[in-house]
């Protein structure tokens, strides 16, 4: 069956009683600082209240700067908006956890999160340097800890009251099931990159059988024409007068995923929460794309895919 209710303001509800997702959530992967602040305020005034930051991005600041701004206004309530952000590779001793949740919320300018991902399965030497490196330029691992290590510090923040819910990030089913054995607090949501070209389908059965919120990254394929331009989701966005984007989104959103997605400019947030239903045979043709495409590796190695390593 097919949603025929507002896709703009669906939410997922999370586990553990923990509160609801909105689906369409904004991604701060943005490099260039100002450009952080103009991009999260545009987003927050086209609609969005789902947000997704990220220590590793590096500006937790001015994200927290935009929605500060918003927050100020009085239109808009701490509770009306669904704050992430993520534990790096080089903090998943316990011991580095809390100081680390703690400083990601300071920067943020907040009390609490909605949501704390570990970023990635992939424990990086401990320290300030964010990717570690040796003499031949090889990443350094920490073997010392295991991601069941972190999880159980990850519990404990909840258990603080200090975030309402946890997850995981760029990790496949078989790396999630042990975890998700093992938790006594369930992962809320995982989130990976998905699109037509790469539809996860079970890692999201998995997710839909557990209560797990399936969370997509680079719904756009990372804006890449190939995804915009493919000739179905062309043939589709003329037929229902939307754009390539809209049809992206609401494909994502239909098939029962919570998604992130990153529009820069005022205009192209405006355009990405303005989606709705797909008819069912739209649907349907997306489903059955064939094309089979990564974009993303850090689901290997947990190097950033779309993060330049001098940044
Ligand atoms: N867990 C992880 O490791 C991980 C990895 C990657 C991303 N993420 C999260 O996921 C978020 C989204 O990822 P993403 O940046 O790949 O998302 P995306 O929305 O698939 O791609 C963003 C790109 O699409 C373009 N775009 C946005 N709206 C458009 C539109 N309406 N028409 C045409 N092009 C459009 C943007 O161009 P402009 O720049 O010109 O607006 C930008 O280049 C990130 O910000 C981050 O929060 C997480």
Redesign the pocket.
């Known amino acids: 069956m097919l949603e025929s209710s507002d896709l703009r303001l669906k939410r997922i509800p999370l586990n553990n009683r923990s509160g609801q997702m909105p689906a369409l ?6 490099p260039d600082p100002a450009l952080t602040i103009t ?1 999260t305020r545009g987003a927050l005034e086209a609609g969005f209240r789902h947000f ?3 220590e590793r ?1 590096r500006n937790e600041r001015e994200v927290g700067e935009a929605l500060q701004a918003g927050l100020a206004t009085g239109e808009i309530r701490r509770e009306d908006i669904f704050v992430t952000t ?1 534990l790096w590779n080089t903090n998943h001793r316990p011991e580095r956890v809390q100081p680390a949740f703690k400083a990601s919320l300071d920067r943020l300018g907040l009390e609490y999160l909605d949501l704390y ?1 570990i ?2 399965p992939f424990a990086f030497q401990p320290g300030d340097e964010q990717d570690p490196r040796d003499q031949d330029g090889r990443v350094i691992y920490d073997t010392g800890v295991t991601l069941l290590d972190t999880w159980r510090a990850m519990e404990n923040l909840v258990d603080r009251g200090q975030c309402r819910a946890i997850g995981l ?2 990790i496949t089913l078989d790396g999630v099931l042990p975890i998700y054995e093992s938790a006594r607090i369930k992962p809320a949501v995982v ?3 998905s ?1 037509p070209y790469l539809p996860e389908t079970e890692l999201l059965e998995f997710c839909n059988q557990n209560g797990v919120v399936f969370l997509a ?8 024409k190939e995804l ?1 331009e493919d000739p179905v989701i062309s043939a589709i966005a003329a037929r229902v007068e939307k ?4 049809v ?1 989104l609401a494909w994502a959103v239909q098939r029962g995923t919570a ?7 005022a205009a ?1 947030a405006r ?2 929460f303005d989606i709705s239903p797909l008819p069912e045979d739209a649907f349907d043709e997306i489903n059955r794309i064939q094309k089979r495409q990564r ?2 590796p ?2 290997q190695t947990g190097v ?3 993060i330049a390593r001098a940044s």
Do not use: M, W
């Open positions: 959530g904004f991604g701060t992967l943005i991009a997704d930051c990220a991005y993520k991902l970023h990635t990030s760029d989130q990976v990159e699109h990254f680079a719904p756009l394929g990372h804006g890449t915009l754009t390539p984007a809209q992206l998604l992130l997605t990153t529009p820069k400019s192209r355009e990405n974009l993303n850090v689901v950033p895919g779309f």
